[in-house]
Structure formats: C-alpha cells, structure tokens
T-cell receptor, first 113, second 113 residues
Framework: KQEVTQIPAALSVPEGENLVLNCSFTDSAIYNLQWFRQDPGKGLTSLLL?????REQTSGRLNASLDKSSGRSTLYIAASQPGDSATYLCAVLSNNAGNMLTFGGGTRLMVKP | DAGVIQSPRHEVTEMGQEVTLRCKPI?????LFWYRQTMMRGLELLIYFNNNVPIDDSGMPEDRFSAKMPNASFSTLKIQPSEPRDSAVYFCASSMGGRGEQFFGPGTRLTVL
C-alpha cells in the first residue's frame, strides 16, 4: 500500500528566502505526482503535475522535481513571499491504485514579512 | 470555466438528519471524485465516477453514505442519518481522464451536532 510522507509538517521562513518542501513515497511504481496548495478554509489548487517519465516541472517561481527510484519529490519555491503562506500537499497516483490519489499530510508554510 | 462548484459551502445539522452535498464538475471532465478531509485522517477518497458510473466506492465509510451522478454535470453525496463523526470538509474534484490532473472545488464544511 502506497504511503506518502511530507516533512516537515510546518515551516516558517522570512520573506525572500528560497525554500524546498519534501515529499516521499514508499512505492516507486507511480503514474504521476501532483502538488497542491490549500489556503485555510479553501479547496485545493493544483500547482504542478509531473508524469512518471518526467524529472521536473516549472511554473513561475515554483519548480517540482521527481526521483522515482528514490521515492522522492521536492517543491522548490524561489524568492518566497507572504502570499505563499499556505499548506502544500503532494499526492501520488500509483500504477496499481486505479485512479486513486494518495495524499501526504501536507507542509504548513508561513512566510513572514 | 467556473471550475468545480460545490454547494452548500457550510452545513450545520443535528445528529440523525439527512444531509445532501452537491457538486458540478468542470464541463468536459469525465471523472468525478468525492473526498473527505479531517485533521485526524487527512484527505480520503470516498468514491469516484467515470462517465456518470460509480467505479470504486471502497472508501465510503458505511451504508449511511451514498453518492449518485444522474448526469455529466451533477453529483450528490448523501449521508442518512448523519452522526457527529461525519463532521469534516467534503471536497469534489474532477479530471479529464482518470489519471489526469484533478481540479478541486471549494469544499463543503459539514458540522453535525
């Protein structure tokens, strides 16, 4: 059974800092991996989706990488801003799980002005 | 497109009452997913549909929960009778293809007293 872990659970950084959020998964047989952002009391916003054949995806100040063999993905946020404060979730679609995403517990990020 | 639409956004009800949550997926998407989010268990998939047909309902907690999708633009999740432990945020998501990027609605925050 796929398990997804995100460490740390919470992170606080000063504005302008570059930061990395980590996601690890136990079964490397994945179809894709998706990073989401969730603001308090709101739904999930899709940030990036990486197919299993890809190594990374970029969108603006965000860059997500995928290392299937080691069961890891990172989300890099450049020049962080207070508006980046939110919970970031990664979700894995495993090859043997049909269409079911397995979510990590999330990293709660606070960027201080 | 307006994105995934859910109603109501908040629901407060008393134990034993019937609760109906509603979802309108993104037009053209052929997969619809219902999730539940709690502090204790994180995000859990309850059920998903493909072309209005339920494919996997193994995440539905018990017979008190039921879901329907009468057409491509509407789905309901019903709880009857509701219990305090059903209190959670319920999300609906849709995608084009079962392994495509999932787009989430704003969620319905359910409180059962």
């Amino acid at each position: 059974k796929q398990e997804v872990t995100q460490i740390p659970a919470a992170l606080s950084v000063p504005e302008g800092e570059n930061l990395v959020l980590n996601c690890s998964f136990t079964d490397s047989a994945i179809y894709n991996l998706q990073w989401f952002r969730q603001d308090p009391g709101k739904g999930l916003t899709s940030l990036l989706l990486i197919q299993s054949s890809q190594r990374e995806q970029t969108s603006g100040r965000l860059n997500a990488s995928l290392d299937k063999s080691s069961g890891r993905s990172t989300l890099y946020i450049a020049a962080s801003q207070p508006g980046d404060s939110a919970t970031y979730l990664c979700a894995v679609l495993s090859n043997n799980a049909g269409n079911m995403l397995t979510f990590g517990g999330g990293t709660r990020l606070m960027v201080k002005p | 497109d307006a994105g995934v639409i859910q109603s109501p956004r908040h629901e407060v009800t008393e134990m034993g009452q019937e609760v109906t949550l509603r979802c309108k997926p993104i037009s053209g998407h052929d997969y619809l997913f219902w999730y539940r989010q709690t502090m204790m268990r994180g995000l859990e998939l309850l059920i998903y549909f493909n072309n209005n047909v339920p494919i996997d309902d193994s995440g539905m907690p018990e017979d008190r929960f039921s879901a329907k999708m009468p057409n491509a633009s509407f789905s309901t999740l019903k709880i009857q009778p509701s219990e305090p432990r059903d209190s959670a945020v319920y999300f609906c998501a849709s995608s084009m293809g079962g392994r495509g990027e999932q787009f989430f609605g704003p969620g319905t925050r359910l409180t059962v007293l």
